[in-house]
């Protein structure tokens, strides 16, 4: 039989399916005990990042590169909403970056905004992912026929005109490129991307005159005039200094042996491309170049030399205009300051004004003007987004005791805390970041209030702002930048939310910041390149190797360190039993191979050669009651080696024809085999006890074999074999047949692979992508659960008791359990 599975997903995360596997421990900083959660899912850097509470429950809003914003769940992880912020661009398909974000709750109802480059701000419900409307950017209030109305501007340039008393929408003109005065009443002027240009009654919205094609401008007689092209009759000429209708032929204009002349030279002429006309009278003049189009003639501008405005002030109070779904307009009451207090969960709470109240009254421009800054006042912070691109100091401000204050960062990674009453009173300066900050947040935590602040040293630190001294270590675990952070309570303690370079979000106890609560277990300094598991002293331990010539024994249900480092260069290793000790095999990068006890290191004797060029593999096994080791190596052939003695047990077993890279053992009819992949992209079966091998190799993958386990399923003893053709392959050892295959995605290290049984007695294969492992149901033939993501890549996997796997990922190791 044979099966192709979907590709395994990228996402680490699902909206709807729980996370099943969880980190019983690590080490290093992602054994942080402060670390709460890692939320993952996004395709591109986490820029931002937000807090709000939805019907009760805390949520986080985080935005990404990949041009979407994401809603979860703060205590669970799931991800409840994925939002498409901004459209993309009509001609380059590219969607508007965002340029700040912000929560808000408005008359008791939690609101997302987003701004864009494209000058909008998208409001979004955080309860249900849909659109909330949009605020506009405030032009004009003006009387329109006796009725007082609001112009405002929103997305795509477009004009909207509502009822100032009721709220509702007289008029809507996409892609306004200005506004005039003819003949006493207001006009717009509109033009689409690719389209003609329109003229429109503001107060009736009606159109008003044509747009002509044309050709021009040439030179009559010392006027300059342009010439229609009208289908089905002749062109119309047009004076363009006077802006009127010229003649309805050019005919009329010249003598028949100018007429020729006249035409090829207008046909030479390529700038003028449209003429607007209204009564005779040209009112827009259209261009093939860039630009917008031109009022012309009796066809007045209006300027508004105060708008567009994000804000407004209507009776002394700030107010910004928010359009709903049902395109209602609404005047938001804003804070005054940004000093104005936050919720307990960092989020504004503001009001609407009521429309009878804001009847007539009027409406002039505001600080703040743009988009940017409204953000800014409603979250009384500048993110990190901010900071990065718009040339912006993080900040962020608030009252601390009764004293206003602001927290601003500085070029050379410190933040310093200011009186905002008396700019020039400086309060304590806070350091320790080694590179700029990107963004400051702050929270009441227990009696104090403390400040987090992120940075492009990849650290997230908490400060004590009564004293300006750093609470515990830096937070650490991000792999990248960490550009925002956002701050709330969750059962009366304080939780930071982070927003990484490395596609993540990331949750930390803000209380269990003070104190000791930062202390990590100390492990490898350099890359974990092998782990392996044993028992020792009755006691299942695991075993690891790593760059820094460390070889580290951990128990592997708390995660201690059972006895001292060892000291070993290893290039590939495994363990045994010798003599009733618990051993550890060890190939240096010179091929000799070392035997140590795991409790005491002694060397059980002598390194000895093992004739390999280099050791890229190695395994063990009992044959008769004897410990072997293989090794396998860039020369292509496998040894096996007796452990009591240092000495070969039989002649080197050849047949690949290229470097072997995997090497794993087993029992088939009760005697023990060997299972090699290599280059040559074969998986082999070997007798170990004779040195030849079993059957024919066993073909299918198209590229070279990275990877080899086994295993037993439904009573067969099967091979696991990974590739670099992106495959996983299943293997009847006793038939040499596939069983079947699957897609797996390969951008890890070679031989993350490893095989383990379920308590329900399925086997699930763990494989390591980057920084991932996933999941695969080898029974089943599919997903065996979300994704695991961790801070560092993934350089070794092994199968440990009970269907856990231990992981090694940077210079960092731990053991994953599944959960549900």
Known sequence: MMERSD???????SSHEPASWRADWTCGSASDPRLLRTFSGHEGPVVAVATVVVDGRPVVVSASR??????????????????????????????????????????????VLTCHTDGTARLWDPETGRSAGELALGLARLVLDGRHVVLAIEADRTLGVWDQATGSRLGVFPWMVGIGELDGRKVVVTCPPDDHTQVWDLATGREVGECLPAEGPWTLE???IAVTKEEGQAGRVWDLDRHVFLAADLRELLADSEYGDAVSALAVVDTVSALTVVDGRVVVLSSHYEGAPELVGDLAPVVFPDGPSATLILEER?????VGVDHTLRFWDLPTSLMDPT???????????PLEAAAGKELIRSDPRDLIDLARLISARTNGLLAAECLRAASRSLVLGDTPVSLIAGPDGTVTLWHTLDPSHAGSVLTGHTDRVWAIASTPVGTCTLAVTTSRDRTVRAWDLATGEQEGEPLTGHTGQVWDVATTTVDGRGVAVTAGEDHTVRTWDLTAARGDGGRLRAGHTESVLAVATAVLDGVPVLVTAGADHAVRTWDLTTGSQTSDSLSAEVSAMTTAVVGGHSVVVTAAPDATLHILELATGKTVHRPFPSGHGRVLAMA??????????LTAGSDRVVGVWDLTTGQPLVAPLTGHSSRITAAATTVLDGQPVAVTGSWDKT???????TGRQLGEPLTGHTDWVTAVATATLGGVPIAISKSRDRTIRLWNLSTGQQ????????????????????????????LGDDRTVRFRDLTAGRSAGTDHLLPFPVHSLAAAPGGRFAVGFGCEVGVLSRTS
């Open 7 to 13: 590709h395994v997903s990228r996402e680490a995360t």
């Open 66 to 111: 990949d041009a979407t914003v994401c809603v979860w769940d703060l205590a669970t992880g799931e991800r409840l909403h994925t939002l498409t912020a901004a459209p993309p661009d009509d001609i380059s398909s590219l969607s508007p970056e965002l340029v700040a974000l912000a929560t808000v709750v408005v008359d008791g109802h939690p609101l």
């Open 222 to 224: 010392g006027r300059h």
């Open 318 to 322: 700030c107010v910004a205009l928010a």
């Open 343 to 353: 919720g307990p969960d960092g989020t504004r709470s503001i009001r609407s004004i």
């Open 620 to 629: 063990s096994a009992t044959l008769d009651g004897l410990p072997v080791a």
């Open 683 to 689: 998986v082999r079966l070997w007798d170990i006890a």
């Open 739 to 766: 069983i079947r295959d699957a897609q797996a995605a390969e951008s890890g290290s070679g031989n993350t692979l490893a095989v383990s049984a379920m308590a329900d007695g399925r086997l699930v294969a763990a």
